[in-house]
């Protein structure tokens, strides 16, 4: 089993709402991700989380809060959105073995509206 | 430093056609190299990967070739289907467990 599940599929949102996104593996990953994609684009990363810690934040604005509950479970707090975040938010999540030989799998992702 | 560079799209083909989509890297060290599919509205499937020199990934029809000679990992199929018409990024492992994509080649396949 490869499967990474998000939820919801998609979310509309106002830039005063505050809103999560949730993501679950049970693959035993121990690595998980967030990315964010704009239409025609390639993901960008935003967040990793190694062993329930963040390891790496790739200069995310505040307003994105991510949070990791256990081994399975990937959490993103949305607060004051702003229209330009409107994207497919995308987790995935990879074994965190040996360096270069892990495999990422993806979730279907969420796609956001913000209005 | 690490990166990828791909084959621009969009790329139309004709159901029974050859598929070529180019991927060239740069990386140090010794990277794994992967090609993921993205169907319309859907997130990103692993299609294939290698983890290194003259290793072929291959699946559903689709192989490449890990050539670090030419710092290559084109993709190819001999027969496109319909179902194929989908986004395919090219992506490289790179240290701290960091993708980096190439920019995505869209394929539309037509009866």
């Known amino acids: 089993d490869t499967e990474v599940t998000q939820t919801p599929k998609h979310l509309v949102m106002g830039m005063t709402n505050k809103k999560s996104l949730k993501c679950e593996q049970h693959?035993?990953?121990?690595?998980m991700y967030w990315y964010k994609q704009k239409a025609k684009k390639p993901p960008e990363l935003m967040f990793v989380?190694?062993?329930?810690?963040?390891?790496i934040n790739e200069s995310v604005p505040s307003r994105f809060s991510p949070e990791c509950p256990n081994s399975s479970l990937l959490n993103l707090h949305l607060h004051a959105l702003q229209p330009e975040d409107s994207a497919l938010y995308l987790c995935?999540?990879?074994?965190?073995?040996?360096?270069?030989?892990?495999?990422?799998?993806f979730g279907p992702g969420t796609r956001l509206l913000v209005l | 430093g690490n990166s990828v560079t791909q084959m621009e799209g969009p790329v139309t083909l004709s159901e029974e056609a050859f598929l070529t989509i180019n991927c060239t890297y740069t990386?140090?060290?010794?990277?794994?190299l992967f090609w993921y599919v993205q169907y319309p509205g859907e997130g990103l499937q692993l299609l294939l990967k290698?983890?290194?020199?003259?290793d072929k990934g291959s699946n559903k029809g689709f192989e490449a070739t890990y050539r670090k000679e030419t710092t290559s990992f084109h993709l190819e199929k001999g027969s496109v289907q319909v179902s194929d018409s989908a986004v395919y990024f090219c992506?490289?492992?790179?240290?701290?467990?960091?993708?980096?994509f190439g920019t995505g080649t869209s394929l539309t396949v037509i009866p």
């Open positions: 989380y190694s062993y329930e810690k963040l390891s």
């Open positions: 990386a140090t060290g010794y990277p794994s």
């Open positions: 290698a983890t290194k020199a003259d």
């Open positions: 992506a490289l492992l790179g240290s701290g467990n960091q993708f980096y």
């Open positions: 995935a999540s990879s074994t965190s073995g040996s360096w270069g030989q892990e495999t990422q799998y």
């Open positions: 693959m035993g990953h121990r690595a």
